[in-house]
């Protein structure tokens, strides 16, 4: 038996508040998340808004994959929303939360090929496992129409 909207929207947030990518470089920590970049030293958060349009100059190309990864989520969640207050195209819903864990793990292929940089694509595993609990079961099901 499939989750329910109520519950297949839970997991979709759940996805999008865990860090998506944690980095271990020389000791100093940093997450990014849906929201925005996480560092430790010093502790500070900068909002994805601020991390793309006011400091993009030299970013590395494979970091421009977490900001599709975030649009990818938006879109998801926007889905899933739909579920709850009228109706979701589960097919529409699995392949934005799938887009953006697969968004990630282009990140964390980008950061590990540095030396001296940890990575672990927590975004990846959480956002798969999603789309696969609890959208698989939804996608290539039929769904009910209603009566014109």
Do not use: C, K
């Amino acid at each position: 038996m499939a989750a329910g909207p109520r519950r297949r929207l839970a997991a979709v947030v759940a996805a999008g508040l865990v860090p998506w990518t944690v980095l271990l470089v020389r000791g100093e920590l940093t997450m990014l998340f849906t929201f925005g970049l996480f560092n430790t030293n010093p502790a500070h958060l900068v909002s994805v808004y601020d991390y793309f349009f006011r400091f993009t100059r030299g970013l590395p190309r494979f970091i421009e994959a977490w900001g599709s990864g975030v649009v990818l989520y938006l879109i998801g969640l926007t889905s899933a929303v739909a579920g709850v207050v009228g109706r979701e195209d589960p097919r529409i819903t699995a392949l934005a939360v799938v887009g953006a864990g697969l968004s990630q793990l282009t990140v964390a292929l980008g950061f590990h090929r540095r030396i001296g940089y940890v990575v672990v694509p927590v975004g990846t595993v959480v956002l798969l496992a999603v789309g696969w609990w609890y959208y698989w079961p939804l996608v290539g099901t039929p769904q009910s129409t209603p009566d014109r």
